[in-house]
């Protein structure tokens, strides 16, 4: 048996995961925080798991005497005020609340949003090109999402400094000290709150004015269901997108026949192999390590074990999509791979609303920097990274590389 959740484990999960799908594919382990929960790990029951409406998002399903020691370590739990977003609610709320930013956050919406992510992105390379070596991860990664979702969301461009610092905050503290996380989520919460104050005097052409005008129009949504929805986007939207770039475009550096042919498909003006190549570090490494926690209704089956009304689920989607039962060479990067229905932005109802998002910001990152530094390369070993290994995120802390400077 594997030790799970331990720093090497960090660094490299999937020889544990190919032996817990092979030995104990819906296995009950104790967590880290000290909660038991359930880790499904084959692709047919993760899929299965994700769609099942008697998996519950809602925290509250969770053994009663555990929550209210407050002691379960389960997100949310304390943080109240946070409970109304997409990921912790189940149907009818979830229904309305998802059709409403749905009909705001559409992909024509994002395929507009194109030219900017592109300038974006640009900018940040202009400020490393030169010098010849940079840490993708402080210097691309991290910041790339964070203003594009400030700008979609319609943060004022002044104010997105302090976006950068309260998310940073967030994601390098995440699992760890929880003073300063709490006080950004705090911050962050506030500031869209008073946001999406103003904005209701002056709609503009943002997703927030998007949501409030959408929430005019007969469906209800309350500010504060409007200032969670927001939250969540910038949430969710934020260390995934980062993980996205930083395991891809480590997944490339360490293929490099792989990204030869990237190389060589994109200076071409193709976009084909982009695509899929996306869609396949998804699969391959992607950035939810574990769907988000879901808890038993009522007793139920998963793969032939009995599982408890209250007991945690974690599907562990990084598992799932490395099963040769239905991928195959699971553990090789194919980035032209077809019939890739992986599940990296899980699946059913929650599936990722900001798939679309994601997908343009992923290619445009990877495409620009191939494009604009074709001879980039890794300046550290592999051996020497250090992986951040939260509970459902996994991805590098840093990512040195090196390349020719450009002026
Ligand atoms: C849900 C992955 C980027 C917004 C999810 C879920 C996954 C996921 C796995 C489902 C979790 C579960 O069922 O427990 C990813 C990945 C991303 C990404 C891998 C980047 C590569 C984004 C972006 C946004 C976003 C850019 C928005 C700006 C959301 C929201 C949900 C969600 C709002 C909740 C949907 C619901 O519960 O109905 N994402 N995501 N995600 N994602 Fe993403």
């Given at each position: 048996m594997p030790t799970l959740f331990s720093w090497e484990f960090a660094a490299d999960p999937y020889p544990a995961y190919a032996w817990l799908r092979e030995h104990a594919p819906v296995h009950r382990t104790r967590l880290p925080s000290g909660v038991d929960a359930w880790l499904v790990t084959r692709y047919a029951d993760a899929r299965q798991a994700l769609a099942?409406?008697?998996?519950?998002?809602?925290?509250?399903?969770?053994?009663e005497s555990a929550h209210a020691k407050g002691?379960?370590?389960?997100?949310?739990e304390r943080k109240a005020e946070l409970m109304t977003h997409l990921l912790n609610i189940d149907p009818p709320d979830h229904t309305r609340l998802r059709r409403l930013v749905s009909k705001a956050f559409t992909p024509r919406r994002v395929a507009e949003f194109a030219p900017r992510v592109q300038e974006l992105t640009d900018r940040l390379i202009d400020g490393f090109?030169?010098?010849?070596?940079?840490d993708l991860i402080h210097e691309f990664a991290f910041p790339l999402p964070i203003y594009a979702i400030c700008d979609l969301l319609g943060v004022p461009r002044e104010d997105q400094d302090d976006f950068r610092d309260w998310a940073g905050m967030m994601i390098r503290h995440g699992g760890g000290p929880r003073g300063g996380v709490a006080r950004s989520v705090k911050k962050m919460r506030t500031y869209l709150a008073e946001l999406i104050h103003r904005k209701r005097d002056a709609l503009g052409d943002d997703l927030i004015s998007g949501l409030i005008r959408a929430s005019d129009h007969g469906e209800h949504l309350t500010e504060n269901e409007a200032a969670a929805m927001a939250f969540i986007l910038l949430f969710a939207g934020f260390e995934t997108t980062v993980n996205l770039i930083g395991n891809g475009v480590y997944a490339l550096l360490r293929n490099p026949e792989q990204r030869e042919r990237l190389q060589t498909s994109l200076a071409a003006g193709e976009r084909g192999l982009l695509q899929t190549g996306v869609e396949e570090l998804l699969r391959y490494d992607?950035?939810?390590e574990l769907a988000t926690w879901r808890f038993a209704t009522e007793p139920l089956t998963i793969g032939g074990r009995r599982i408890a009304p209250g007991d945690p689920v974690l599907v562990v989607l990084a598992a799932a999509d490395r099963d040769p039962e239905r991928f195959a060479e699971p553990d090789t990067l194919d980035?032209?791979?077809?019939?890739?229905?992986?599940l990296g932005y899980g699946h059913g109802i929650h599936y990722c609303l900001g798939a679309p998002l994601a997908r343009l910001e992923g290619q445009t990152a990877l495409a620009t920097l191939l494009t604009r530094l074709p001879d980039i390369r890794l300046a550290a070993d592999p051996a020497d990274l250090r992986w951040r290994g939260g509970l459902i995120m996994r991805g590098l802390r840093t990512l040195p590389v090196e390349f020719t400077a450009h002026s």
């Amino acid at each position: 048996m594997p030790t799970l959740f331990s720093w090497e484990f960090a660094a490299d999960p999937y020889p544990a995961y190919a032996w817990l799908r092979e030995h104990a594919p819906v296995h009950r382990t104790r967590l880290p925080s000290g909660v038991d929960a359930w880790l499904v790990t084959r692709y047919a029951d993760a899929r299965q798991a994700l769609a099942d409406q008697r998996l519950s998002k809602n925290p509250a399903h969770h053994d009663e005497s555990a929550h209210a020691k407050g002691k379960t370590g389960i997100p949310g739990e304390r943080k109240a005020e946070l409970m109304t977003h997409l990921l912790n609610i189940d149907p009818p709320d979830h229904t309305r609340l998802r059709r409403l930013v749905s009909k705001a956050f559409t992909p024509r919406r994002v395929a507009e949003f194109a030219p900017r992510v592109q300038e974006l992105t640009d900018r940040l390379i202009d400020g490393f090109a030169a010098r010849g070596s940079a840490d993708l991860i402080h210097e691309f990664a991290f910041p790339l999402p964070i203003y594009a979702i400030c700008d979609l969301l319609g943060v004022p461009r002044e104010d997105q400094d302090d976006f950068r610092d309260w998310a940073g905050m967030m994601i390098r503290h995440g699992g760890g000290p929880r003073g300063g996380v709490a006080r950004s989520v705090k911050k962050m919460r506030t500031y869209l709150a008073e946001l999406i104050h103003r904005k209701r005097d002056a709609l503009g052409d943002d997703l927030i004015s998007g949501l409030i005008r959408a929430s005019d129009h007969g469906e209800h949504l309350t500010e504060n269901e409007a200032a969670a929805m927001a939250f969540i986007l910038l949430f969710a939207g934020f260390e995934t997108t980062v993980n996205l770039i930083g395991n891809g475009v480590y997944a490339l550096l360490r293929n490099p026949e792989q990204r030869e042919r990237l190389q060589t498909s994109l200076a071409a003006g193709e976009r084909g192999l982009l695509q899929t190549g996306v869609e396949e570090l998804l699969r391959y490494d992607g950035p939810v390590e574990l769907a988000t926690w879901r808890f038993a209704t009522e007793p139920l089956t998963i793969g032939g074990r009995r599982i408890a009304p209250g007991d945690p689920v974690l599907v562990v989607l990084a598992a799932a999509d490395r099963d040769p039962e239905r991928f195959a060479e699971p553990d090789t990067l194919d980035l032209s791979r077809g019939d890739n229905q992986h599940l990296g932005y899980g699946h059913g109802i929650h599936y990722c609303l900001g798939a679309p998002l994601a997908r343009l910001e992923g290619q445009t990152a990877l495409a620009t920097l191939l494009t604009r530094l074709p001879d980039i390369r890794l300046a550290a070993d592999p051996a020497d990274l250090r992986w951040r290994g939260g509970l459902i995120m996994r991805g590098l802390r840093t990512l040195p590389v090196e390349f020719t400077a450009h002026s």
